[in-house]
């Protein structure tokens, strides 16, 4: 059985352990894993081929959009054989990451790799700053002014050397802030990117960082930033103070800033009550249609979706737990094993585990056409924090663009006979 | 048609075969079928519905199609006779007999064969704005009147200017084939034009240039179906430069957003395979269009052809 998967490196290792492990754990299926880049591209290209792999390991953001244009094969049959409806499978999961495996009422994937997003903070810098290392922003406000109090600039030429924040670093989910600031990007059956006013406000808060630096300052800082996984990434250099990343980054800090002192710890409350907000993603393991051997592949999937919970020694971890404990990363299932909850290197495991377990976690919105959804919020984003639009025109100009892509993504769906059952579906 | 003829031509479709099996499989079918599909509504993993104009009717009313186009032929108004004029003046100075010529030659050209990945990382670092070659050179000249070298590409308005200036690294290709019609030129007409008083610009205007006419057009229009096409140099920078994931999107603002990286996003990261073949024979359309006023101009009222 052929298993694509996009990790390569330790990550990558530790897939190849976890399907030794399973290869060991019985003799009727083999699976044979390839590292392969651009997954979703090559999967779909093989899957219309004919020729898929029986596992193709994508990103959560593919399972609405490959599922609507019929490349996967639902889960729902083999879970049943299991006993269980979908919900008890689900149910097993912390509620973000059952919802990031599921579309339409359907189940489409299991989870390989969770992530949780959270605030990480350079001590050292907030010592330099006459703040309390131990004692992150709590509120939006406090983030703002923390924000501020960790900026510097050269005394002689004035120019930028550290920020505390820049909305762009790393640039990846600027969508995570309109949710942040409690907006909806999609209501279930319209986009509200623009419509929804607490969408506006987060653009208007991710400008105000640039009116605050300089546009100019802030471009000849950033031209200094190296790639995020480099010793010349600006918050192992010190240029910023907090950043937003993911579980994963805890590796990357060990890799390339050993013995940076920093803290992790859950994001400001920016709307009064949400407290533990957090942002949560997650590769998914699929199956496409036309997979050669698909029962097989539910096999490893199931596998990969379990875990031994009364696990107490290294050996004795299996699936989930054996694969996220090597990659240094939190289990997506509610029940954690002994071993794995006590024994995982690493060092800021509870409050990953405390965020991704809350009811304010929250991950990209289930709706086709992410991947243009996405493009378009980027290049608001871009507009935005380049002061060459106000939050309200480059929302506007998107939201345009975006409403008439979904009014025509519905029609292609009803022209296949399709929306019908997903307008039916239940928003997730 | 003799025996005979109708013997070679068994034993030349023989040999051709595999070729025309080849062309027929992986050119000629997949040519026929998008324009198929451009009237389709199609996913390429679903059977395709047809739609009638509906693809093209779309892509008249889409901002980004209109937007890719204007960057694309921003970049290739820019490239195409800038790169022309510098591989032509290279051309002309490695024509004369200096000592090394050779060497000259070599390493004029040996940009044209580096990869295009390895060249666009290398270009990256140059057009970085704070520790780049490029402002490290420009910056000390800008410096007196109070200014500083841009961003390039993280400023949407250099991101272009920038693709358009590296883009010069790679007229060895050119060079070469300048060269080699520069050589054509016969002596005698530049003795004649000597003896007749001609200056050195003289001689350019009206021996070099008429001579070699051909192959500037030739090359100038090797050189705009290349530009119309632009895509891994754009798709690579514009990611490393400015982050934001996998959006390849052209990033700043979608300044460094060329038809052939929208052509890309629509097809396989939005799976609309029949919009992205109505663009992909627009696309074919424009080049055509533009490849046969090209040529026109270039013959200008001469009446021999490419």
């Given at each position: 059985m052929t298993y694509w998967e996009k990790w390569v490196g330790f990550e990558g290792q530790a897939v190849q352990t976890v399907v030794d492990r399973f290869n060991r754990s019985q003799s009727r299926v083999f699976v044979d894993y390839y590292a392969t880049s651009q997954i979703d591209r090559k999967t779909l290209v093989a899957t219309a081929g004919g020729d898929p792999p029986d596992i193709a390991g994508l990103h959560e953001q593919n399972i609405a959009t490959f599922a609507d244009a019929e490349a996967l094969l639902p889960l729902d049959g083999f879970i049943r054989a299991e006993g269980m409806s979908n919900e008890e499978w689900l149910a097993r999961y912390y509620p973000v990451y059952a919802r990031i495996c599921s579309h339409g009422g359907h189940v489409y994937g299991g989870i390989s790799t969770p992530a949780v997003m959270a605030l990480y903070w350079n001590k050292t810098l907030f010592r330099e700053a006459g703040l309390d290392p131990d004692r992150p922003p709590r509120t939006l406000a406090e983030f703002n002014d923390f924000s501020r109090r960790l900026t510097k600039r050269d005394p002689v030429t004035g120019r930028l050397t550290q920020v505390g924040f820049l909305p762009q670093d790393p640039g990846w989910w600027p969508w995570i802030f309109c949710r942040w600031f409690g907006g909806k990007l999609y209501d279930g059956r319209d986009i509200t990117l623009a419509t929804d006013p607490r969408n506006v406000a987060a653009f208007a808060w991710i400008q105000s960082f640039t009116k605050y630096y300089g546009l100019d300052d802030v471009k000849r800082l950033s031209s200094e930033f190296g790639p995020w996984a480099s010793p010349s990434a600006p918050f192992f250099t010190g240029k910023i103070a907090m950043v937003f990343q993911g579980v994963f980054y805890d590796n990357y800090i060990r890799q390339y800033k050993p013995g940076l002192d920093y803290g992790v710890g859950p994001w400001p409350e920016a709307v009064p009550g949400i407290t533990d907000f957090a942002m949560a993603e997650a590769d998914v393991l699929t199956i496409p249609r036309g997979a050669r051997h698909p029962r097989e592949a539910w096999e490893f999937i199931k596998y990969v979706n379990s875990a031994n919970a009364k696990a107490e020694t290294f050996d004795e971890m299996s699936g989930a737990e054996l694969l996220d404990f090597l990659q240094v990363k939190i289990s997506p299932l509610k029940v954690w094993s002994p071993f794995f909850a006590n024994h995982n290197t690493h060092p800021y495991i509870g409050m990953m585990r405390r965020l991704a377990s809350g009811p304010n976690a929250t991950s990209v919105p289930d709706i086709g056409i992410w991947?243009?959804?996405?493009?378009?919020?980027?290049?608001?984003?871009?507009k935005v924090r380049l002061l060459d639009a106000t939050p309200e025109e480059a929302l506007d100009y998107s939201q345009a663009r975006l409403e008439s892509s979904w009014k025509r993504y519905r029609r292609s769906l009803e022209r296949h006979g399709q929306w019908a059952a997903l307008g039916e579906a239940p928003p997730k | 048609m003799t025996r005979n003829e109708r013997k070679q031509l068994r034993a030349g479709l023989g040999f051709t075969s595999l070729w025309i099996v080849g062309l027929a499989a992986f050119t000629a079918y997949p040519v026929v079928a998008s324009l198929f599909y451009s009237f389709c509504d199609y996913s390429i993993l679903k059977s395709p519905v047809w739609c009638g104009l509906e693809n093209y009717h779309q892509l008249l009313q889409d901002g980004l199609f209109w937007k890719s186009l204007r960057n694309t032929l921003f970049y290739a108004g820019l490239s195409v006779p800038l790169g022309t004029a510098v591989a032509l003046g290279l051309a002309m100075l490695l024509n004369r007999p200096v000592k090394g010529r050779s060497v000259f030659r070599?390493?004029?050209?040996?940009p044209s064969i580096v990869p295009v990945v390895a060249s666009a990382m290398l270009w990256l670092w140059i057009f970085n704005g704070e520790y780049g070659l490029m402002n490290g050179f420009l910056n000390p000249i800008l410096a007196p009147f109070g200014l500083r070298g841009p961003a390039w590409l993280a400023d949407p308005s250099w991101s272009k200017p920038a693709l358009v200036i590296m883009s010069l690294w790679g007229t060895g290709n050119a060079m070469v084939i300048y060269l080699a019609g520069l050589?054509?030129?016969?002596?005698?007409?530049?003795?004649a034009a000597e003896i007749d008083g001609a200056t050195a610009w003289q001689r350019f205007r009206h021996v070099t240039l008429p001579t070699i006419a051909p192959v500037v057009a030739f090359n100038a229009i090797m050189a705009l179906i290349s530009a119309m096409q632009l895509f891994a140099q754009a798709y690579i920078m514009s990611e490393a430069a400015n982050g934001n994931g996998n959006a390849s999107d052209g990033n700043p603002e979608r300044s460094t957003l060329f038809y052939s990286i929208y052509l890309f996003s629509t097809a396989f990261q939005d799976l609309r395979m029949g919009y992205a073949s109505a663009m992909a024979?627009?696309?074919?359309?424009?080049?055509?269009?533009?490849?046969?006023?090209?040529?026109?101009?270039?013959?200008?009222?001469?009446?021999?052809?490419l």
């Open positions: 991947q243009e959804y996405y493009r378009e919020v980027i290049s608001a984003f871009d | 070599l390493l004029f050209f040996m050589q054509n030129v016969p002596s005698e007409l530049y003795e024979y627009i696309l074919f359309l424009i080049t055509a269009a533009l490849t046969w006023v090209a040529a026109r101009l270039s013959r200008g009222g001469r009446d021999d052809t």
